[in-house]
């Protein structure tokens, strides 16, 4: 049975920092591209970054390149995302996916699993 679990969501002041932990289980993590998405309230779910199997490549949403890094550790099935400067607008869940795709990028359709998400919180 495979599980995402993501954890280090809560709240924080804008600029400041989070980051975010999702724990794979299940699977054979390095065989998957993860990716990271939101869900902000009223609002459609969106891309947020997304890293290959090796960890190799990367790929971002243009509005969040440069303030927020997504990294992967395969011995330890977690892939993170470090989100630096955080605006009230980044208040969202945050969902981590797997697909065994090698596509790095904006793809939802081909993530497999997902998390049940973790909330972040940004207070003005």
């Known amino acids: 049975q495979v599980q995402l679990v993501e954890s280090g969501g809560g709240l924080v002041q804008a600029g400041g920092s989070l980051r975010l932990s999702c724990a794979a289980s299940?699977?054979?993590?390095?065989?998957?591209?993860l990716s990271w998405f939101r869900q902000a309230p009223g609002k459609e779910r969106e891309f947020v970054a997304s890293i290959s199997w090796s960890g190799g490549s990367t790929y971002y949403a243009d509005s969040l390149r440069g303030r927020f890094t997504i990294s992967r550790d395969n011995a330890k099935n977690t892939v993170y995302l470090q989100m630096d400067y955080l605006k009230p607008e980044d208040t969202a869940v945050y969902f981590c996916?797997?697909?065994?795709?090698?596509?790095?990028?904006?793809?939802?359709?081909?993530?497999?699993?997902w998390g049940k998400g973790t909330l972040v919180t940004v207070s003005s």
């Open positions: 996916a797997a697909g065994s795709t090698r596509l790095v990028g904006p793809f939802e359709s081909v993530m497999e699993y």
């Open positions: 299940g699977l054979t993590f390095s065989n998957y591209a």
